[in-house]
């Protein structure tokens, strides 16, 4: 069993199994199963229009497994993954966990600052990259990394490898491969983030397949589900919010977009029919913009899910109208909890709400600030937790003693309101987070990159409206004595070069000489907030 997590305790343990919802098999069995039943259907079909079969896809995940086991890559072992939306991704997610790996799941668009602080803290042994994305040379990044992480012994590289491991050669004869412990952690994924530093998300293989079974049930996934990757597939939502697992383990077919631009995901979408796929708010807007002008034909498409960040009421009741499907809103989190609109549910909920709760044994709880429940119907934060909610993050005892409570419940800091349907409206925001457009930003990890810059005395990071991702990033800076603040081009610059993602890099400076402060001395983000909303507003 991997150390460093924080399991359920044993009645709840017992309630989930008694429930059905965990049912003692290892996460790759949803591929093995499907591979026996219809070993010639359509699993994958990747952007170049190369389609894998059930029993291809089986095939050569057993044989990539056999090829990690080769290297010494076996049970227990953690190995960080950053591959984009492509068939490597699908057969090395499905080999690690075959070969007893721990997959451990980051965006492309992380860079070395992130890479190196999850590949520490998992202490990971191998690390998966494309050669080449976007003009981005990971085979450099990994140098950096290697430098940096000692544990790393192995690089795998799909494409060019380098002086690394190609992807390619990890294609061996099949050997016996060990068997999991369900109960054990499947993968780690990565959480938005509050504090300094990334936290790691540990899911079992009981929990996560439950996941992924329900989302796919409520979903209505079945064999003629084609299920379009528009997300990044590590990302939670597009993996197992029913995703690519949930396809998979429904017998539909996944489709990987490489972007989730209208040119390429349109194209796809009519290409192959597909009839589902899920996307973050600004994505969701560039279409129903898109679809004036684009002449793809979308009718095969039945389900958008929507998820991520909060989708306005008025641009989801568009979604039906201009797409012709079935709007689907999400609100969930890589910790755990998941809400769905039903797609049964009546139009105003679909609308004017982010979902319900997709378990009948999810436990949420709704407080105020002294952790009392709230009335019915009012703002509070959202607790909750469950038979896929996570207990603790990987090795973080002390993040975790402030994050849950005593009795378990995972601390989201998300604001909502409970309707009597059992339908969450999210209101708002407890956590010191900016989440820009779906991609979540911890307030406090980015001000340390900047009070690196030592022209910078102190920063204060918070989110600015707007009208397409939601929220940006502004920082907030108190510069060093006679020293001039840098601007926002050249803060970029800075944090860019320390290895901070791209999406994580501030939208706009402001430039004062104290921050207001909370009676208690604190930063007070809220006024900061409010002045930057105001000053955008008069900006017109
Ligand atoms: C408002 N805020 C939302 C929504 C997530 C499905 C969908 C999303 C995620 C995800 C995910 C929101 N309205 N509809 O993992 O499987 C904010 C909340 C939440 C945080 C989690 C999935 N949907 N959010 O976004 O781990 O603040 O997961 O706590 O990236 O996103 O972020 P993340």
């Given amino acids: 069993m991997l150390d460093g997590w924080v399991t359920w305790p044993e009645p709840f343990a017992r309630r989930y199994r008694d429930a059905g919802h965990w049912q003692g098999r290892p996460l790759d069995r949803l591929l093995r199963d499907r591979a026996e039943r219809a070993p010639g259907r359509i699993a994958l079909v990747d952007a170049d229009g190369q389609r894998w079969s059930y029993a291809d896809l089986d095939r050569r995940a057993d044989r990539t497994a056999a090829g990690l086991r080769r290297l010494g890559i076996g049970p227990g072992d953690r190995v960080v993954v950053q591959l984009p939306n492509t068939d490597a991704f699908v057969v090395l997610f499905f080999a690690l966990l075959r070969a007893g790996a721990v997959p451990v799941l980051t965006l492309p668009a992380h860079r070395e600052s992130e890479i190196v602080h999850v590949a520490e803290t998992a202490g990971a042994t191998a690390y998966a990259i ?51 412990d369900p109960s054990d952690v499947a993968v780690l994924l990565l959480s938005g983030g509050t504090t300094g530093k990334p936290k790691l998300i540990p899911r079992t293989h009981d929990d996560y397949a439950y996941n992924v079974r329900a989302s796919a049930e409520v979903c209505g996934f079945d064999e003629s589900t084609v299920y379009l990757v528009v997300l990044p597939t590590a990302h939670n939502f597009a993996l197992a919010c ?103 549910d009546p139009s105003d909920l679909v609308i004017g709400t982010q979902g319900r709760p997709l378990s009948p044994d999810d436990e949420i709880r709704v407080v105020d600030e002294d952790g009392h429940d709230v009335l019915p119907g009012e703002t509070g934060e959202l607790l909750t937790r469950g038979p896929y909610t996570l207990r603790g993050y990987y090795r973080a005892p002390e993040h975790n003693a402030r994050t849950f409570t005593d009795d378990g419940y995972y601390r989201t800091g998300d604001l909502v309101r409970v309707l009597p349907s059992g339908h969450l409206v999210v209101e708002g925001r407890a956590k010191d987070q900016i989440n820009r457009g779906g991609d979540k930003i911890s307030a406090e990890e980015l001000e340390n990159h900047i009070l690196a810059h030592p022209a910078v005395h102190d920063a204060a990071v918070v989110g600015m409206p707007d009208a397409t991702m939601g929220e940006r990033t502004c920082a907030y800076l108190v510069p060093r004595g006679e020293a001039t603040a840098p601007a926002q081009r050249e803060l970029a610059a800075f944090l860019a070069d320390r290895g901070v993602a791209a999406y994580k890099l501030p939208d706009r400076v402001e430039v004062v000489d104290v921050f207001p402060r909370t009676s208690v001395g604190k930063i007070d983000k809220k006024a900061l907030g409010r002045r930057i909303a105001e000053r955008l507003s008069a900006e017109g």
């Fill in 130 to 180: 494309p050669d080449v994305l976007d003009g981005f040379d990971h085979r450099a990044l990994a140098r950096a990394v290697r430098k940096a992480v000692p544990s790393l012994e192995h690089v795998i590289v799909a494409g060019d490898p380098a002086e690394f491991t190609a992807f390619d050669d990890l294609d061996s004869d099949p050997v016996p491969l060990p068997v999991s």
């Fill in 242 to 344: 029913p995703g690519l697992l949930g396809t998979l383990m429904a017998g539909g077919t996944v489709v990987l977009s490489p972007t989730p631009s209208p040119d390429d995901a349109f194209a796809l979408i009519e290409r192959e029919k597909v009839t589902a796929t899920a996307v973050v708010p600004p994505i969701a807007l560039l279409w129903l913009d898109a679809v004036e002008w684009e002449e793809a034909d979308l009718s095969s498409l039945s389900l958008l899910q929507v998820g991520g960040s909060k989708l306005g009421a008025e641009p989801a009741a568009h979604v039906e109208p201009a797409l012709g499907c079935t709007l689907q809103q999400v609100f969930g989190m890589a910790e755990g909890l998941l809400n769905y609109t039903r797609l049964d």
